[in-house]
């Protein structure tokens, strides 16, 4: 079955607390993001990947990581989280061979700071 | 650059009423058009899409056609359920280029009512 994982499903930190939020697809897309949801604003995106080791930023990269080590894997990092972070975040794996970027969404993940 | 705007929300119906969710773009080119539907507690999921203008996207009785002409992609379902509530986002993607041109409306909440 295509699917993209995401862990945790639900975190609750401190501010300044350095924390990962793991990706995985098994679909052998290439194109990879990440995008947090706020109320009001619709998915705003962090970081995405066109392949191993090649990211940019999305459009709110500010105090987000990101690396690709692995085709499949594509971690967010917060090195030094704020409750401006507080948010819901998904993972998408895009799917770019028909030319549609037709995207398949994690579960998300929601995260509160401290 | 490109941009989505969504009808505001939130929009309440009656089961078996007629929905319309308006969305129009602005982008360069001839993007690919998608509606995505978020359940409560999931993540997104593609409800129907559209690669080229006059297409009809279809799927789940929801329909949406891509009209290059006046820029939009409405999204239509002569009868609503109970089931459909849920938040709906309209999303372009470039046709080409990299995985930074995908762009989402902020989002239609809809509350169905038995």
């Known amino acids: 079955e295509a699917q993209v994982t995401q862990n945790p499903r639900y975190l609750i930190t401190v501010t300044g607390k350095k924390l990962t939020v793991t990706c995985s697809q098994n679909m052998n897309h290439e194109y990879m993001s990440w995008y947090r949801q706020d109320p009001g604003l619709g998915l705003r995106q962090i970081y995405y990947s066109m392949n191993v080791e090649v990211t940019d930023k999305g459009d709110v990269p500010e105090g987000y990581k990101v690396s690709r080590k692995e085709k499949r894997n594509f971690p967010l990092i917060l090195e030094s989280p704020s409750p401006n972070q507080t948010s819901l975040y998904f993972c998408?794996?895009?799917?770019?061979?028909?030319?549609?970027?037709?995207?398949?969404f994690g579960p998300g993940t929601r995260l509160t700071v401290t | 650059g490109n941009s989505v705007t969504q009808m505001e929300g939130p929009v309440t119906l009656s089961e078996e009423a007629f929905l319309t969710i308006n969305c129009t773009y602005t982008a360069t080119g001839y993007p690919s058009l998608f509606w995505y539907v978020q359940y409560p507690g999931e993540g997104l999921q593609l409800l129907l899409k559209?690669?080229?203008?006059?297409d009809k996207g279809s799927n789940k009785g929801f329909e949406a056609t891509y009209r290059k002409e006046t820029t939009s992609f409405h999204l239509e379902k002569g009868s609503v359920q109970v089931s459909d509530s849920a938040v709906y986002f309209c999303a372009l993607s470039r046709s080409s280029g990299s995985a930074r041109q995908l762009t989402f409306g902020s989002g239609t909440q809809l509350t169905v009512l038995p």
């Open positions: 998408a794996s895009i799917q770019t061979g028909t030319g549609s970027y037709e995207q398949y």
């Open positions: 559209a690669t080229k203008a006059d």
